[in-house]
């Protein structure tokens, strides 16, 4: 089925095999940076949120400080409003956007508000959680984002406790400017691909950046109220008010119940990631290109060296054959009045030996042949009428063309010695062959055994004729082998040791 396919999509499958798994696993590394770049995001904005958190909790800490001490004021514990009313001024100059102080009983009455004249008459607070969360426990209150009904504006309170003799006699509320939150996220941010938000305890916003006009007093996007309330601290990827994706973190104060969120745009690390992953992409593909274009120049080239090989071999044979049938002709002229019909036959027959062995070397394009091959081919015309007379055993293994030639030569000399004089010249005789390969150290070498048995009984010649001096000298002179034969009672038997290569 490989075959079938031609030699450029063959090559340019190669090239496609070793270059995309390049392709792929730079991929992967790009995808692993970003994985590591966006575990690291997640981090830092944790630490910012951290950071917010802290700073938050500092200043609520001291406006909760300077509130105990206005509680506690000898002026508040005569009932000196005058007087407490100057001490509250004092505290409220350091705020912008003149905040006020509001005292208040257990009832809901204000008793003192900063932003009235003493004595001014009051209206009734509206009834807050918060309030009665600080009568009943004696500690700061903050509250959450609501309008305030004398400013009628976005407010924030905290709540401290006026205590007389052990019990809760009023509260004091002090409803710090928003501008001081937002100052806060304002100087911490980092950047401008920065979201940075302050939500009260229900998740509505009372600082951010960016966009605080247009967000304040929202509630935080669906993708971060969804997780914002599942722990004091997370992490995930979310959706900003304005659309954009974020890596964000949030952190919960355990004094104000107030959340300082970070996030940072998602595309401060997918946009390098990207531009790496572009940039792998184009240059794989650039030398996915090369390579193909390479690869089908290269089939190309050896395609048309394969047409000139074959058409050489064509003319090789072509003479070769026509070289074998001038020398057989040269032969029968020169033997024709000779009355040595034996050695005519003899030569003829050789002739014929190689040029078997020519075929087989031309239907490899010279290249090597199998042994298997060599001995089939040799003997398959000594077969005769039982095809179970010669008996062939061993591994394939590839043999060079001067192998080939030398061994198809003493093959044919062997075979026709048996089928002149030893077994199959009998019918009951049988020959057998067979090969192993001897590997020692770096040397591989053949080892071929030759083998007559049932045919007549056999006695050595009294001199060595063509055969035997071709097999015992000239084999081992042409492969640097071995060579002997035996000429035991029995049957013929030889040995033929070689290289492999």
Not at 67 to 72: C, G, K, N, S
Not at 374 to 383: D, S
Not at 426 to 440: H, K, Y
Not at 462 to 489: C, D, H, V, W
Request: proline residues 6%.
């Amino acid at each position: 089925m490989f075959r079938a396919v031609s030699l450029p999509v063959r090559l340019a499958m190669l090239v496609a095999g070793t270059l995309l798994p390049l392709i792929g696993f730079a991929t992967a590394i790009v995808y692993q940076h970003y994985k590591q770049d966006q575990r690291d995001a997640f981090g830092r904005v944790l630490q910012f949120a951290r950071g917010i958190q802290l700073v938050l909790d500092r200043e609520m800490q001291g406006i909760v400080s300077g509130l105990t001490v206005l509680a506690t004021s000898e002026a508040l514990a005569r009932h000196d409003f005058v007087g407490f009313q100057r001490r509250a001024e004092a505290f409220l100059a350091q705020y912008p956007d003149h905040p006020s102080i509001v005292i208040g009983d257990v009832q809901g009455n204000q008793i003192f508000n900063s932003s009235k004249p003493p004595g001014t008459p009051l209206p009734p607070r509206t009834a807050r959680p918060e309030r009665d969360s600080a009568f009943k426990t004696g500690k700061p209150v903050f509250s959450p984002l609501f309008m305030g009904s004398v400013s009628q504006r976005p407010i924030v309170t905290v709540t401290v406790p006026i205590i007389h003799d052990g019990q809760v006699l009023y509260d004091l509320s002090f409803d710090p400017p928003l501008s001081i939150f937002q100052k806060i996220i304002e100087q911490q941010k980092p950047g401008d691909d920065w979201t940075i938000s302050i939500f009260d305890q229900a998740g509505v916003n009372f600082a951010r950046l960016p966009n605080p006009a247009q967000t304040i007093g929202r509630k935080a996007s669906p993708t971060l109220l969804a997780v914002l309330f599942s722990a004091t601290e997370g992490q995930a990827q979310t959706t900003s008010l304005e659309g954009v994706p974020l890596i964000t973190a949030f952190a919960r104060s355990e004094l104000t119940g107030w959340i300082a969120a970070s996030g940072i745009d998602e595309a401060t690390l997918t946009a390098p990631a990207l531009r790496t992953l572009l940039l792998a992409a184009a240059i794989g593909s650039i030398m996915l290109v090369i390579g193909l274009g390479f690869a089908v120049r290269m089939a190309t080239q050896i395609a048309r060296a394969e047409t000139l090989h074959a058409l050489l071999i064509d003319e090789l044979n072509h003479r070769v054959k026509n070289t074998l049938a001038t020398v057989q002709s040269l032969a029968a002229q020169t033997f024709r009045g000779s009355a040595d019909l034996e050695a005519r036959r003899k030569f003829s027959a050789r002739l014929a030996s190689l040029g078997s062995t020519h075929d087989i070397l031309s239907a490899q394009k010279w290249d090597n042949a199998t042994i298997r091959a060599v001995v089939e081919n040799v003997l398959e015309p000594f077969q005769g009428v039982a095809p179970r007379r010669i008996r062939i055993a061993g591994p394939e293994l590839p043999l060079s063309s001067r192998c080939v030639v030398m061994l198809s030569m003493a093959l044919h000399e062997l075979a026709t010695n048996a089928a002149k004089y030893g077994a199959l010249s009998t019918a009951d005789g049988r020959v057998f062959v067979a090969w192993d390969l001897e590997e020692r150290m770096n040397d591989k070498r053949v080892e071929l055994r030759w083998r007559e048995v049932g045919g007549p009984q056999v006695s050595a010649p009294t001199r060595s004729g063509f055969g035997s001096t071709l097999i015992e000298k000239g084999f081992p002179a042409q492969l640097g082998g071995e060579a002997s034969i035996n000429y035991e009672p029995t049957g013929v038997s030889a040995t033929l040791k070689f290289p492999l290569n």
